[in-house]
Nanobody
Framework: EVQLQASGGGLVQPGGSLRLSCATS????????GGWFRQAPGQEREFVAA????????HYSDSVKGRFTISRDNAKNTVYLQMNSLKPEDTAVYFC????????????????WGQGTLVTVSS
């Protein structure tokens, strides 16, 4: 069974940092692009960040560019999202995704999703 397990969410004050992890089981992450999406209450799920199979070509949404950093460790089958300078508008459930595609037309989510981890930015 393919599983993606996201962790690392929590409550943080504005300006603070969190590091999310997404560990996979049941399959090897290496052949897939990896990424993160988020969904705030009452809003649609939106793209956050993506990284290619070898850990290069990071791609970010404009709202997180310069504050978030995506990385991966294929030996550990894990994708990370380092989030710095967090803002209240970053509050959302964050989902990891594998198999996504990035093109000139935008980002398409892949077929494999994690269960989500809640990030709350509040004073």
């Amino acid at each position: 069974e393919v599983q993606l397990q996201a962790s690392g969410g929590g409550l943080v004050q504005p300006g603070g940092s969190l590091r999310l992890s997404c560990a996979t089981s049941g399959f090897t992450l290496r052949p897939y692009h990896g990424g993160w999406f988020r969904q705030a209450p009452g809003q649609e799920r939106e793209f956050v960040a993506a990284i290619n199979r070898s850990g290069g070509a990071p791609h970010y949404s404009d709202s997180v560019k310069g504050r978030f950093t995506i990385s991966r460790d294929n030996a550990k089958n894990t994708v990370y999202l380092q989030m710095n300078s967090l803002k209240p508008e970053d509050t959302a459930v964050y989902f990891c995704n594998a198999g996504l595609k990035v093109s000139w037309a935008g980002v398409s989510a892949g077929p494999y999703w994690g269960q989500g981890t809640l990030v709350t930015v509040s004073s």
